[in-house]
């Protein structure tokens, strides 16, 4: 979080969004609560122009008495249960459907540009075939995941 710290007090006009993904596999929730609600990390009072935000993974309770209620065993990591102070802050967006999904991320993609070979200074955006392969790679991926994890 230092360097993020520093650069949002070096630009103070802009707002600085930190994306965490799948918070609640993670150890320590306890971080992540005094980031998001108190704005401090270790008791140090973070620049107020950075935004915080999060994914998580469901929370599926096991009804098998072997495991603890609070967290499940998916494959390789566990799903924690978060915090009651952060439950305030969780909001369900749904699943998009595929054409959704695909629009967005070719949307996205859209927007991504290139450096000049020849002058750094000069952005270019992507070719056409290159968004192309980009945006279907993702949604292979996207796919792979839904149906395999």
């Known amino acids: 979080m230092s360097p993020i710290s520093q650069l949002a007090q070096q630009l103070p006009k802009f707002e600085l969004v930190v994306f965490f993904d799948e918070v609640n596999t993670s150890s320590?929730?306890?971080?992540?609560?005094?980031?998001?609600?108190?704005?401090?990390?270790?008791?140090?009072?973070?620049?107020?122009?950075?935004?915080?935000?999060a994914a998580i993974n469901p929370l599926i309770i096991s009804r098998d008495n072997s495991q603890d209620d609070?967290?499940?065993?998916?494959?390789?990591?566990?799903?924690?249960?978060?915090?009651?102070?952060?439950e305030s802050l969780k909001v369900f967006y749904g699943v998009l459907d595929t054409n959704t999904l695909e629009d967005y991320i070719k949307q996205k993609i859209a927007t991504f540009t290139i450096a000049s070979a020849?002058?750094?200074?000069?952005?270019?955006?992507?070719?056409?075939?290159?968004?192309?392969?980009?945006?279907?790679?993702?949604?292979?991926a996207q796919q792979f995941c839904e149906k395999r994890l």
């Not at 609070?70 to 952060?86: A, F, M």
């Open 70 to 86: 609070l967290q499940v065993h998916r494959r390789d990591y566990l799903v924690h249960e978060l915090p009651q102070s952060l």
């Open 118 to 140: 020849d002058d750094s200074k000069i952005q270019m955006p992507l070719e056409a075939y290159a968004r192309e392969i980009l945006a279907q790679s993702i949604l292979n």
């Open 28 to 53: 320590c929730l306890g971080l992540f609560k005094e980031m998001f609600m108190d704005g401090t990390l270790h008791g140090v009072t973070l620049p107020k122009n950075i935004f915080f935000t």
